[in-house]
């Protein structure tokens, strides 16, 4: 195995898609294999972007579990603020918690909430009103900031404290965090936010109190909404972790004898688990990637995953798409299966 994924890896770094990479494959009796390559440790610390959501969904779906919220409760009943704003409230009527793990809430898949004045609802309500809803799947920030807000609604407790409560405690799992406190074993992520900038004007969209393109931002979160509007702590992005923390989030999984936690792995609507993504670049499994580079991927069924850390926009070049490199290296890994080899 170690040979055909150093392949992969070197021929994408060569191909200057990202400057560094942390690699680890396991099942859940053993590790395949666990290797760094660039200037990064296989335990440093890296901006996991929208991986955050699976931490999110985690514990949405730990919370359903401990009977504090219902699958197919609807939104408003957790968040009752929702109720005060006219638009919104038309908006999001009927939607459940359901609705939002799988992206199916109606709303847009972006919008810099940061350019705006007020609170994340009365944002929202404003900006609800500008766009038609949606029908079906559209993959959306929003609705994972919205799990964020039932979570701190109905624990009473900050995203910090949750994280510590169920992942870290419950769970177990370490080297996990928002807004890390120190700055070392951490990956650069990216020269400020200039994609973001080119979003917001290709809307006609103002702010101009953008991040600047000469220095690295090292331990700061890169998404936009999470550092200028969530102050780096929010649901859909602002995790910072080592490939181990995933590992472990996989191993619980993957090992799991509860029905939900079994059922999130698997496609409830057009490409879409319950936080998990169904797609071919995740063969005979499920995934879920983070803008930054990052990615993890399950496949239950043949006991194996993949947690793969990089940081493809810590470039000065246009950032180059990582999915023929996750779909060749998971299919990489699941032929080396296949074949018998360890």
Same mark, same amino acid.
């Given at each position: 195995m170690e040979h055909l994924i150093d392949n992969i890896i070197n021929k994408y770094m060569d191909e200057n898609y990202f400057p560094s990479a942390v690699c680890n494959i396991f099942s859940t009796e053993k590790v395949y294999y666990y290797k760094a390559?660039?200037?990064?440790?296989? @335990? $440093?610390?890296?901006? /996991?972007?929208?991986?955050? #959501?699976? *931490?999110?969904?985690?514990?949405?779906?730990?919370?359903?579990? @401990? +009977?504090?919220?219902?699958? !197919?409760?609807?939104?408003?009943?957790?968040?009752?603020?929702? !109720?005060?704003?006219?638009?919104?409230?038309?908006?999001?009527? @009927?939607?459940?918690?359901?609705?939002?793990?799988?992206?199916?809430?109606?709303?847009i898949d972006w919008y810099p909430f940061y350019a705006e004045e007020g609170t994340i609802f009365e944002i929202m309500d404003k900006v609800t009103g500008k766009y038609e809803k949606f029908s079906g799947t559209l993959y959306s920030d929003l609705n994972f900031m919205l799990l964020a807000e *039932?979570?701190? =609604?109905?624990?009473g407790l900050s995203l910090e404290e949750s994280l510590d409560k169920y992942i870290k405690q419950r769970l177990n799992i370490k080297n996990i965090c928002y807004c890390p406190s120190g700055r070392s074993n951490i990956a650069p992520t990216s020269y400020g936010n200039g994609i973001e900038e080119k979003m917001c004007k290709e809307r006609n969209i103002e702010f101009n109190n953008w991040r600047s393109h000469d220095k690295a931002l090292t331990?700061? /979160? !890169?998404?936009? !909404?999470?550092?200028?509007?969530?102050? +780096? *702590? =929010? +649901?859909?992005?602002?995790?910072?972790?080592?490939?181990n923390a995933y590992a472990d989030l996989c191993l619980y999984y993957m090992t799991s004898r509860d029905e939900l936690i #079994?059922? =999130?792995?698997?496609?409830?609507r057009e490409g879409?688990?319950? +936080?998990?993504?169904?797609?071919?670049?995740?063969?005979?499994?499920?995934?879920? $990637?983070?803008?930054?580079?990052? =990615? /993890?991927?399950?496949?239950?069924?043949?006991?194996?995953?993949?947690?793969?850390?990089?940081?493809?926009?810590?470039?000065?070049?246009?950032?180059? @798409?990582?999915?023929n490199f996750r779909k060749e290296l998971h299919n990489c890994i699941l032929n080396i299966l296949k074949k018998g080899r360890n």
């Open positions: 390559f660039g200037d990064v440790n296989v @335990d $440093t610390i890296y901006d /996991v972007a929208s991986l955050s #959501k699976i *931490i999110t969904s985690t514990e949405i779906l730990m919370l359903i579990n @401990d +009977g504090k919220i219902n699958l !197919n409760g609807k939104i408003s009943s957790y968040l009752p603020i929702i !109720n005060e704003f006219q638009v919104l409230n038309e908006r999001l009527k @009927d939607v459940t918690v359901d609705k939002l793990l799988t992206h199916n809430s109606g709303l *039932i979570i701190k =609604s109905v624990t331990g700061e /979160v !890169n998404d936009g !909404n999470a550092h200028y509007f969530f102050n +780096g *702590i =929010s +649901g859909h992005a602002g995790i910072f972790a080592d490939v #079994k059922s =999130s792995m698997t496609e409830h879409r688990g319950l +936080g998990w993504q169904i797609s071919e670049s995740f063969p005979m499994g499920c995934g879920h $990637t983070g803008f930054t580079g990052t =990615s /993890v991927y399950i496949c239950k069924d043949k006991n194996i995953a993949a947690v793969t850390f990089t940081n493809r926009l810590h470039t000065k070049r246009e950032a180059k @798409d990582l999915f």
